[in-house]
């Protein structure tokens, strides 16, 4: 769900950056990537909180 998140911001800022179609690609991939790499850090170390 953060990637997809990630994904929808990621195309929003290359659009009002005045990008392509490509460039919204690309920030797309990349914001997807990075939320959901930290909605994993997030889970984890929830997990590791909420199970001690």
Do not use: E
């Given at each position: 769900?953060?990637?997809?998140?990630?994904?929808?911001?990621?195309?929003?800022?290359?659009?009002?950056?005045?990008?392509?179609?490509?460039?919204?690609?690309?920030?797309a991939?990349?914001?997807?990537?990075a939320?959901?790499?930290?909605?994993?850090?997030?889970?984890?170390?929830?997990?590791?909180?909420l199970?001690?």
């Amino acid at each position: 769900m953060a990637a997809v998140l990630g994904a929808l911001r990621g195309i929003a800022r290359a659009r009002k950056l005045g990008g392509n179609r490509l460039d919204m690609i690309q920030y797309a991939c990349g914001h997807a990537i990075a939320f959901g790499l930290l909605a994993a850090l997030a889970g984890t170390v929830l997990a590791r909180f909420l199970s001690s």
